[in-house]
Structure formats: C-alpha cells, structure tokens
C-alpha cells in the first residue's frame, strides 16, 4: 500500500508529464501501421525505449517456433515480418514483484477514407477527444506504460523489480506476437496490457478463430443460369449454416459464470467477401473472411473441428456445394480465451491503485473480443491484468481515445507500478 | 434463289478455305481482347480486312454522342477507348440488296485460370472442338463473316451490293460499339450477326441492364457487433428484395409471345461482389454488380425506375439501410429487347441458304441474353438476323466451339449473301 505523500507526488508527476505524453501518442498515430507496416514504428519504439535507458531487446517472429505451439495463430501471406522490441528495466536490488507491460503497435485496416472526418492517420485534437485510426486501439495505452514509467523517474524513482516493456506486433490478426515474447523466454509475476477497456479490467475473454472459407463453381452465361452454379450466392447459403452455428454456441452460454448473462457472447462476423469477375457471367468463384469467437476453456482446435464438420454436413445437402465442396483455410487467429481468477495480489494492488487514480472500485468486464493477455493467463498462468482508457468506434471510423481518461489510467499504472514493483531511487 | 451449280461451288469453296478459316480463328483467340484490351485485335482486324480489298473506316466511340442516344450503355471508368473497325465492299454496280455482316471482338474474363483445362487464350483443338475464351463468343462468327467473302473470292465473285464487315467492341458490356456504327450512320437493308446460337436464328431477345448496388455503413469492433451494421449482410438483404423483383417480373411472361413458354425468361446475375477490409471489422461497405435482362418492349428506362423504387422501398423499412441508403449506379448495358417479326424476304433468304447448307429447314429461338442485333432492329429498323455456330460454356471455362458447325454455318453465310446481295465478277 503507498503512502498517501508518495500517492500524490506520482500522480502530480504524470499531470507534469501529460502533454509530451499526449504529443508522443500523436507521433505514434501518424505511423500507419497497419499489418505488415509496423517496421518503421517498432524502430521508433526501439529507440524511445533506449533513450529512457532501457535495455533493448529486439527479435523477430520465429514461424517454426511458433508453429510447434498450439496458440499460435495461423500463417498466410499477410502475416507481419516486423521485429518485436522489448525494453528491460533491471532495479540495483530485486525487492518487489516483477511485471510486463505490454502493447501492441498494429492497427486495423482504416476502411474507406471517406468515411473519416480527419484523415485517419493525422491525429486530430477536438476537445477531450484524440481521433485516429489505432489511437484508442491501443496507442494511447502504449504511451502510458512508457510515460507511467517517466512518471516515477521525474520524482527520482524507478520500479524495485524487473520489468519488461514490451511492444508487440499481430495482436489483430494472429496473437503470435505476445506468443513470441512467451516463447522467448520473458516470465514475470504479472502482465498488465492498457487495451481500451473503458477503465475496466477484464475478467474473461473469448478465444478468436479466423477462417476463410472459398468456394468453386462452374460459371456460365446468364441466359443459361441454371446450369451455372452462382458461387457467390453459394458462399452465402454457406454463410447461412454458420449463422446456425453461431446461434447454437451462443445457446451454450447457460452456465457458463461470465457469459450466460451476454445477450449475444459468441459473434461471428462475416469481414471481408469477394467474388466473381464479370456482371455478366455467372460467378465461378467466392471467398469469404469470418472471424468468430469461443468460450474460455473451449480450445480453437476442437472449435475449428465443428466449423468444419458444419460447413462438410451442410455442403453435402446442397446441389451444387456438393459438386465442389467448399475449402476451408484458417488464417489468422487460432485462439482459447481466458478467465483471470478473482483474488490475486496483482488484482488487488490494481483494485487499490485504480480507486487511489478514480476515486471509485474497479469494476470488472467480460470482453467478447481477443486479447494478447491470454497469453499470459494460458502459458505464464500468471495474472494478466487488461485494463485501460475509454474511448469510441475502435475498428470503425474516427476512433478516438477520451485524454482525460488516459492520464487517469497513466496514473493508475503509476501508481500500480510503484507498489506491485516497489521502487527504489532512479538511476542516474 | 441460287441455282444449284453455284450452291455446290460455293459450299465447295468454304469447304477449300476452311483449314486457313480455322488457323485464322486461332490467331483471333490469341489476343486476350477483354474489355479495353480490344486494341491490338482491332489493328489487326483492320490490317486483314484492307488485305482483302475492303475500303477501311475505324472510328471512336464518341461519348458525348453516344450519351445522347437513349439505347446507349452507361459508361464507367472501364469502358473500352479502342476503335470500330469497317470494312466496306462497294460493287461496280449495286443490283442487289445491301448487308452488314457485324460480329464483336471483346470477350468476358476468363475467370480463374486454375479451373481452364488448357489456357484460355491458348485455341488448342481437340477433335471437333476449337478451344478457347471468345472462340465461340463470337471470333469464330467474326471469322465465318471474312471467310464467307473470301469463299466468293475464291470462285470469281463478289457481292453485288454494299456489304459493310464491322468488327465492334462493348457487347459484353454495354452495346455501345454497334450502336457507334448506327451513329456514324451505317445502314443496310439487313443485318447479320453470328452469334453462337446453336445454328438457330434469333427470334427475340430481352433487354439487359447492369447496375452496382453500394452499401456503406459504420464499421465497429465486433466485440460490439449489434452496434455495428454489417454492410455485407445489408448488401445480401438488398440481393433478396431484388430476387423478390426477378420473381415478379418473371411472373409477367403471361400473355407474352415468345416468352410465356420459357420456364424462368428473366434472369437477375449476381456477378460480382467485394466488400470488407478485415475479418475482424465489422465491414463498412459493400459493393454487388448485377446484372438483368428485361422482355423486349419494355425500355431500360422504366425497368431502371422500377429497380431504384424497389431498392428504396426495401431500405426505407430496413434498420439499417433507412439510415444510409444503398448507392444505385446504372453501369453498363442500358438496353431494350427486339423481335425479329416473322415473314421478312431477309428471314426467308436465310433460311433457304440454311436448308442448303444443313439440308433442314432454319429453326428459331428466343435468348434471354443480349444481343448487338438489337441495335440495328430497334434503330436501323431493319431485319437483324442473329444465327450462329453450336458452341459450349460461352462465359464459363473450357468455352468451345464446334468447327464442323462453323464450317456449315459459313456455307450458309456465303450462300445468303450470294442470294441476298448477288453476285458479280470479282475485281481484280
């Protein structure tokens, strides 16, 4: 527990250090770093990192180590090449707990550009708003494990224990990233990951499978449609059966302690389609893009088995689908979900610098989405603590992070920092 | 009415000149002339029809004046630049009556090239089939029209009257390269085109449309799915209320001459579709081109109107589409049906070339497929004889054609124009 003076000289310092916070978070955005483009910001990191005097580390993404481990995610052609960075920060005497911070530095795809108010990578202030594709998601909290570090170093402090920062690539798309840093080598008594949860901590998280499924036809002139197979209209009865499959795992919920109260845990999003050449013939080809989710303790291989076994069965009744079955490829994430267990020290000491920062209890979340944190909780089996600022529409249009929010989670993992790791004087 | 010595030399004549016919054919499908890439084709059509002696003209599709005409296509940016190409053979004296012999050069796209047996543009020959994307559609008609001058040639003789031999581009997409050589002011007193109809002649034929629906939306994280609308499955609810349409106007064959009788006259093609960035993004947009023939008699423009009404009906009391209506843009094929009225002198002069060729008597058909013979029976208002050779999978991979059927069929040709045009000593 900190004392209440030392209380208030950190969170003054992270108000002292909030505006170069703020302007190094927009240097951050105007990287568009997108999959596969994350070289140039993963070096910027790299040397923002080194000028603080952390030790660097930096490393690629192994594919034949992270094959051989079943959380990897899936490979394609779109899988990141860029390095991952961690910062090593190694106290004078190991007193306290040690941690990692970690972030992730890619973005979604920022869709049609039009449909942004300022562009997406120019990182536009309107009153307490930052917009910018990537800056909610999760940018804004990649600049507060750095700047709650600088936090400590303007009073003449740094953390009593090890502590990692690290900044991952592929937490989009695959998760193969945070796996990296796990396969590494890199344990520590907890991992704290500042995702946009809207000041909450997640307390239970879906795994996420990708998978595109494609289907081949015979095309044909219009004037003789019945004889062509429309592999565009295939693909979407196709869709229809994992529509059924979607209600009938959403249906599982019951019992289940952090889902059976979601209306809809389980989402299955049909992301991306394409098909056909020519409005005039009869489509011969279609692929569609799905990423869906499954429960905690539900494990993506058993989970690919039934995707699979729904999209033969349904194939087999089908005219034309049972000609040419559709294929199926996972591409992309491959992952279990996880529960972080109430009642951990690392939880509590949140809990405690969280009501220091807000005034008000933590309040926990169940997120239907993925999270580098099962990395964590799944292989470290170590608290994975996903806690950040609020924000709106990541993934969509002028997604933009609340300013006011980050500086009170920058002080929350201030604060975290100081008594999970305990500190001692800076060094010079 | 041709005298039988005549028919048998000029039968025998084809016959001679039929092996360089096919080798010419070949070299036709060797040009992957989809649409805009029709340049080289067209110089080289232009170069082969002046080494026949044809008096040349080639010309530009003029927008401003084509976009005057209520029967032109809709231009978008893929619209073809390359040129018409006319040959014209003008007698020494005009005893007969005149002729346009028209066939198209563009081809649709191959699609993928995986599922060709041997390369499209590759015209292998195995036993009777020439092979190839075009080749039947229509580049062995294209060659039948040359060949069947040349097989005149051959003999001594030459029409005696006008004949004009265009060679067009945009029939698969818009019409506009026939409608261009209305424009320039081309006429005849009849028209033929061999189209691949299975060694019939067009009796009717539909109109076609194309058209692209837009759908844009707010993409979201799909963690947050409800809150995100997903502009693919709003495309496909559009797909429905316009197959809800298709039903409706297939319904409305009742009391229609040549087409109460078919089972399903109007065909509504989803030919093409592309939506979504990523598979985890709830996609924002949404784009399905579309395809759709309507009865002749009916114009492209009320049939257009009763599209946009029924696509806006649908949104108005759909969640989603009321708030961002679906984007309508009619881009291609604008274009009303014909009917080629029976007991025409044309009709009949065809018909007894086909007996003698085929040894029975000509049958009819009704295609739910565009035809160029539109333009010159809607425009011209003249007989518009569509008749061509059998082929299979026009549109689909491994298209083909039947040599042995192009063979008579360019018997037949040679004697019509004998009969319809006459004939005189060749010039030298």
């Known amino acids: 527990m900190l004392d209440p003076s030392l209380t208030e000289k950190i969170k003054a310092s992270v108000d002292a250090g909030f505006a170069e ?33 952390l030790t660097m580390e930096r490393f690629e993404l192994d594919r034949e180590t992270l094959e051989r481990h079943p959380g990897a995610g899936r490979f394609s052609e779109g899988h990141s090449t860029a390095p991952i960075v961690v910062g090593i920060h190694r106290p004078r005497a190991e007193v306290g707990r040690s941690l990692i911070l970690q972030a992730h530095v890619d973005v979604v795809p920022p869709g049609p550009l039009d449909m942004w108010t300022h562009p997406p990578f120019d990182p536009v202030i309107e009153g307490d708003w930052l917009f910018g594709r990537g800056g909610c998601d999760m940018k804004a909290g990649h600049a507060a494990n750095l700047y709650a570090l600088d936090a400590l170093r303007r009073i003449g402090l740094q953390p009593g224990a090890t502590v990692y920062v690290q900044s991952v690539v592929e937490e989009e798309s695959t998760g193969n990233g945070a796996l990296m840093t796990h396969l590494r080598g890199y344990r520590a008594d907890a991992a704290l990951i500042p995702e946009p949860e809207n000041e909450k901590l ?40 994992l529509r059924a499959l979607e209600t009938e795992w959403n249906a599982r919920k019951a019992g289940r302690p952090h889902f059976e109260s979601e209306p809809h845990p389980i989402n299955l999003n049909v992301g991306k389609i394409e098909g056909g050449d ?54 992309g994430f491959f992952s279990e979900g996880y529960e972080l267990s109430p009642g951990t020290d690392a939880e509590r000491a949140l809990g405690q ?19 580098d944190a099962r990395v964590y909780a799944l292989f470290d089996k170590i608290p994975a603590l996903c806690y950040g600022p609020s924000g709106r529409d990541s993934h969509s249009y002028d997604e933009r992070v609340s300013m006011a929010s980050v500086k009170q989670i920058t002080r929350t993992i201030a604060l975290f920092v100081a008594d999970w790791c305990g500190v001692e004087a800076a060094s010079l």
């Not at 799905?290 to 076994?309: H, K, M, N, T, W």
Request: contains cysteine.
């Open 21 to 53: 916070q703020i302007a190094y978070t927009q240097e951050l955005v105007r990287f568009a770093s997108t999959r596969g483009s994350e070289h140039a910001i993963q070096d910027f990191v790299f040397k923002t990192f080194r000028s603080r005097g």
């Open 202 to 241: 997640a307390r239970a998280n879906v795994g996420v499978l990708w998978f595109q499924v494609e289907v081949r036809g015979r095309p044909t002139h219009v004037s003789v449609m019945g004889a062509g197979a429309n592999a565009i209209d295939a693909a979407y009865r196709v869709v229809g059966a």
């Open 278 to 331: 020519w409005a005039s013939s009869v489509p011969a080809w279609c692929r569609v893009d799905f990423r869906v989710s499954i429960y905690p303790g539900i494990d993506a291989l058993s989970a690919s088995r039934e995707i699979e076994q729904t999209i033969a069965a349904f194939a087999r009744d089908d005219a034309f689908l049972s000609n040419d079955p559709p294929r199926l490829t996972f591409n």
């Open 353 to 371: 610098a969280h009501l220091l920062a807000f005034g008000k209890p933590l309040e926990t979340v169940v997120t239907p989405a993925y999270l």
